[in-house]
C-alpha cells in the first residue's frame, strides 16, 4: 500500500493557469507570454517545476465557463496536480463564490494554490484568509465596472445615442441612434395618466391591447405595462 500511494505521489505535478481577455490580448503586461514566463519563474525560485500550463485566450473571468479551467478543476479533482500557480487572482476567476470553491476544492485535494501578484500560499491559514479578503474585493471591483458601464449606457440613452440595447417602447431606431416615436409616446403618456389617476397595470394592459398598441411585437400584460412605466426611458420622457 505505501509503495502504492508513493507512485501516485509523485504522479502529481505543478501546473500554471494563464487567461487573457479579448481587450487585453495585445496590452504590454498581460500577454499569455510575460504571464507564463512570470510563473515560470516564481515557480523555480521555489524550486518548483511547472510541467503544464493551462491556458484560456479571450475568455473574460466572470464566470468559469471556460475550457481551460474546466479541464485544470478536472485535474485537480482527480488528484494529479501538486500545485496551481497564477499571476493574479483575477486571471482566475473574478466571482468570489468561484474564487472559494476552487479554494475548497485545492484544500480537499491538497492543492497549493500560488499567486504571484498577491504573494499568497494557501498552504498557510493566513494566505487561506488573505486570499478570500482579495477574492471579496476582485468581486467588488467587477461590480462597480458593471455599473460604470450602465451609467454609461443610460446617459447615451438619455442623449439618444449610441444605443446597442433593446429599442425601448416609444422610439424606434436610425442606426444605433433612438428617435422618438410620436404613435407610441402618446400611448406612452396616456399610460402614465392612466396609473397616476389610479388605473392597475392590468387595466392600462386591457385597455392597450383594446386600442391595438403595439407592445414589440408581444401581448401588454400588467408586468410589461409595469416594467415600460418604470423604464428609465419613460421617465426621463415624462420629465
Request: aromatic share 6%.
Amino acid at each position: 500500500m505505501r509503495g502504492r500511494k508513493t507512485q501516485v505521489e509523485r504522479q502529481r505535478i505543478a501546473v500554471g493557469y494563464c487567461r487573457v481577455s479579448t481587450r487585453e490580448q495585445a496590452t504590454e503586461g498581460h500577454s499569455l507570454a510575460a504571464q507564463e514566463s512570470r510563473l515560470q519563474a516564481l515557480a523555480q525560485a521555489q524550486g518548483v517545476t511547472i510541467d503544464r500550463v493551462f491556458v484560456d485566450a479571450g475568455c473574460s473571468g466572470k464566470n468559469l465557463k471556460r475550457q481551460a479551467v474546466a479541464e485544470l478543476l478536472a485535474a485537480i479533482a482527480a488528484g494529479s496536480i501538486s500545485a496551481l500557480y497564477i499571476c493574479k487572482l483575477d486571471r482566475l476567476c473574478r466571482n468570489l463564490e468561484d474564487l472559494l470553491a476552487i479554494v475548497r476544492l485545492c484544500g480537499k485535494h491538497d492543492v497549493a494554490l500560488v499567486s504571484a501578484s498577491e504573494s499568497i500560499d494557501t498552504g498557510s491559514p493566513a494566505g487561506k484568509m488573505m486570499l478570500s479578503m482579495l477574492g471579496a474585493f476582485a468581486e467588488f471591483e467587477r461590480a462597480q465596472i458593471a455599473a460604470r458601464i450602465s451609467d454609461v449606457s443610460y446617459d447615451l440613452r438619455s442623449k439618444r445615442q449610441v444605443y446597442c440595447g433593446g429599442t425601448p417602447f416609444g422610439y424606434t431606431r436610425q442606426g444605433s441612434t433612438l428617435v422618438p416615436d410620436p404613435a407610441q409616446q402618446q400611448a406612452l403618456a396616456t399610460m402614465r395618466r392612466m396609473h397616476a389617476e389610479g388605473a392597475s397595470y392590468r387595466q392600462i394592459a386591457s385597455w392597450a391591447t383594446q386600442n391595438g398598441i403595439r407592445a414589440k411585437g408581444r401581448a401588454w400584460y400588467a408586468s410589461s405595462i409595469r416594467d415600460v412605466l418604470r423604464s428609465k426611458m419613460s421617465a426621463m420622457q415624462a420629465a
